[in-house]
Each structure stands twice: as C-alpha cells, then as structure tokens.
C-alpha cells in the first residue's frame, strides 16, 4: 500500500468507526429515556398509592 491509499483506508476506517459510536449513542440515549420515563411512572404509582393509604386512613369508619 502506498501513502495515498494507507490515508483512504485510514478515512474509510474513521468514518465507520463515526458511524458505529453514533448509533451507540443514539441506543443509549433512547435507554436511558426509557429508564427515566418508567422510573417516574414508579415514582407516580407510588404517590397514587401512598395517597389512597393516606385517603383511607382518613376516611371516618
């Protein structure tokens, strides 16, 4: 191989590699709002139900 097609290879190599840590980045960035959103939906459930606890705690027997 001479230099000009060592420097191709190598560009060739660079924007694939580009490519790849792009589509990681877009895969982790699509997790991790998934995570936060069940994590508030959790968080959510949880004050409905502490809510209805404390509703029917309160609620006169």
């Known amino acids: 191989m001479n230099h000009t097609q060592i420097i191709g290879a190598h560009e060739r ?3 694939s ?3 790849e ?4 980045e877009r895969r982790e960035s699509e997790f991790r709002a998934e ?11 949880d004050d409905i139900e502490a809510h209805a606890v404390e509703m ?3 609620q006169p027997h």
């Open 56 to 58: 029917a705690s309160t």
């Open 35 to 45: 995570e936060r959103k069940e994590r508030a939906e959790e968080i959510h459930l």
């Open 17 to 19: 590699v580009q490519r």
């Open 13 to 15: 190599f660079m924007k």
């Open 21 to 24: 840590m792009e589509a990681f």
